[in-house]
Each structure stands twice: as structure tokens, then as C-alpha cells.
T-cell receptor
Framework: KNQVEQSPQSLIILEGKNCTLQ??????????LRWYKQDTGRGPVSLTI???SENTKSNGRYTATLDADTKQSSLHITASQLSDSASYIC???????????WGAGTKLIIKP | DTAVSQTPKYLVTQMGNDKSIKCEQN?????MYWYKQDSKKFLKIMFS???????INETVPNRFSPKSPDKAHLNLHINSLELGDSAVYFC?????????????FGPGTRLTVT
């Protein structure tokens, strides 16, 4: 069964600190992996999209990594800011049926 | 300018009623989608639609129906609302139906069925 699991479920860090969020998936055949940021009360906004051949991609202070062999991805946030408080969702696309499989997200809270 | 917009933002209604949620995108995209986000925060695709093809998630009850008057609009009609329909519904659009393309999401409509 195609699944995406994220950890931790929630995370609280101090402003200025770094953090790493994890995503494990069992989606096959793999097409691409995305990280979205969802602010409370808003729709998800894409941060990165990675295909099978890409193992790292950055978007400002956000850096995503992908290990297609172990089916793991991480999202690293550098020098966190209060505006980074949001849910971060890992989404994996399967080739076979154009399906997007969504993780439940990690709720990140940045404290001053 | 808002890229993907939805109305209303909040919708409270009683069981058994019929309601609609409207979605508009001004990105010139060919494909639009409806998602349901449940209380556990999972987003589940309900429909994807372009002017050629409607793809329905087979788990979606037939009480839900998308209606597209033109390429920029995809409305969601829900008949005979049930308590379990309470959720946040997101509209999205992309350049193509191929899931390799980025999807742009609207702000969501929180539906509460009492």
C-alpha cells in the first residue's frame, strides 16, 4: 500500500535554531517527492519538488534531501524564523496512476 | 492578485442540505483539483479535471460532483450533506494533469455539517 509517514508529529524549537523533518515513503513506482508548507488556515505552498535523480534541492533556508534507495527524505530548515511556524507536509507522486500520496505533516512551532 | 480563490471560506449547514463551493484560478492552468483535508490533516484528492478528462477518486461518494463552466472555474457540488462531510476542502490547479507539475492551492473552505 502506498504510504507516506512523517516524523516527528510536532516540534517546538527556538527562533534561530536549525531543525530537520523526516519523511519515509513506500510509494511505487516513484515519480517525485514534494515538500509543502501549510500555514494555519491556508492552503499548502510548494517548497521543493525532487525527482528520482535529484538528491538535494534548496529553496532559501529550506533544503530537502532525497534517498531513493532507502525511500527517505528530509527537510532541513536553517536559522528558523517565527514565520516558519506551520505544518510541513511531504507528498509523493506515483507514476502508475498519477496519484499524490500525502503525509500527515509535521507541525513546527518556532518560539521567540 | 490571488492565484486560486475559493468561496465561501466558511460554510455551516445542516445535514441533508445541498451546497456548492466555488473555485477560480487566474493562472491559465489546464487542470484543476479538489482535495478534502480531514481532522487528521491528511489531504485526499477527490477529483482532477481538465477540459478533456475528469478523473474521480473512486472512494468519493457520488453525492459529490465537480462542475466546470470554463477552464478557470471548477465548482464542487455536494448533495444530501452528512456529518462526515465536515472538513476543509481545497481547490488547486496546475499547468498539466501530469503530477510532475507544481500545484497551486486555494485558501480552503471549512465546511461544518451540523
Amino acid at each position: 500500500k502506498n504510504q507516506v509517514e512523517q516524523s516527528p508529529q510536532s516540534l517546538i524549537i527556538l527562533e534561530g535554531k536549525n531543525c530537520t523533518l523526516q519523511c519515509n515513503y513506500t510509494v511505487s513506482p516513484f515519480s517525485n517527492l514534494r515538500w509543502y508548507k501549510q500555514d494555519t488556515g491556508r492552503g499548502p505552498v510548494s517548497l521543493t519538488i525532487m525527482t528520482f535523480s535529484e538528491n538535494t534541492k534548496s529553496n532559501g533556508r529550506y533544503t530537502a534531501t532525497l534517498d531513493a534507495d532507502t525511500k527517505q527524505s528530509s527537510l532541513h530548515i536553517t536559522a528558523s524564523q517565527l514565520s516558519d511556524s506551520a505544518s510541513y507536509i511531504c507528498v509523493v507522486s506515483a507514476y502508475s496512476n498519477y496519484q499524490l500520496i500525502w503525509g500527515a505533516g509535521t507541525k513546527l512551532i518556532i518560539k521567540p | 492578485d490571488t492565484a486560486v480563490s475559493q468561496t465561501p471560506k466558511y460554510l455551516v449547514t445542516q445535514m441533508g442540505n445541498d451546497k456548492s463551493i466555488k473555485c477560480e484560478q487566474n493562472l491559465g492552468h489546464d487542470t484543476m483539483y479538489w482535495y478534502k483535508q480531514d481532522s487528521k490533516k491528511f489531504l485526499k484528492i477527490m477529483f482532477s479535471y481538465n477540459n478533456k478528462e475528469l478523473i474521480i477518486n473512486e472512494t468519493v461518494p457520488n453525492r459529490f460532483s465537480p462542475k466546470s463552466p470554463d477552464k478557470a472555474h471548477l465548482n464542487l457540488h455536494i448533495n444530501s450533506l452528512e456529518l462526515g462531510d465536515s472538513a476543509v476542502y481545497f481547490c488547486a490547479s496546475s499547468d498539466d494533469g501530469d503530477f510532475a507539475y507544481e500545484q497551486y492551492f486555494g485558501p480552503g473552505t471549512r465546511l461544518t455539517v451540523t
